[in-house]
Nanobody, 121 residues
Framework: QVQLVESGGGLVQVGGSLRLSCAASGSIFSDNVMGWYRQAPGKQRELVARIIPNGSTNYADSVKGRFTISRDNAKNIVHLLMDSLKPEDTAVYYC???????????????WGQGTQVTVSS
């Protein structure tokens, strides 16, 4: 069974950086869109960034220029480098893998357990 395991969350000060990693068991990368989503208390889960198999990316407007998503298909890992962090980036961050044919429906894919990111001012 394919699983996603996130790591790299934690507490960081405003302006700091964190790198999240998502390791996938099984060979799912070749046909899957890999995405990072986040959910803050009292808010809906939202897309942060995603990367399709050919390496193309898209980002939420709120993180453009600050966050970078990348994937290592050989190692089945996707990273999210977060720079210039702000208090509003505080949330639980979830990794998602969904087949490219279902790219607009992440809930049809697989979710990781989430990792907490807290940005203190």
């Amino acid at each position: 069974q394919v699983q996603l395991v996130e790591s790299g969350g934690g507490l960081v000060q405003v302006g700091g950086s964190l790198r999240l990693s998502c390791a996938a068991s099984g060979s799912i990368f070749s046909d899957n869109v890999m995405g990072w989503y986040r959910q803050a208390p009292g808010k809906q889960r939202e897309l942060v960034a995603r990367i399709i198999p050919n390496g193309s990316t898209n980002y939420a407007d709120s993180v453009k220029g600050r966050f970078t998503i990348s994937r290592d298909n050989a190692k089945n890992i996707v990273h999210l480098l977060m720079d210039s962090l702000k208090p509003e980036d505080t949330a639980v961050y979830y990794c998602n893998a969904v087949h490219i044919m279902d790219a607009q429906h992440p809930n049809l894919g697989i979710w990781g357990q989430g990792t907490q990111v807290t940005v203190s001012s």
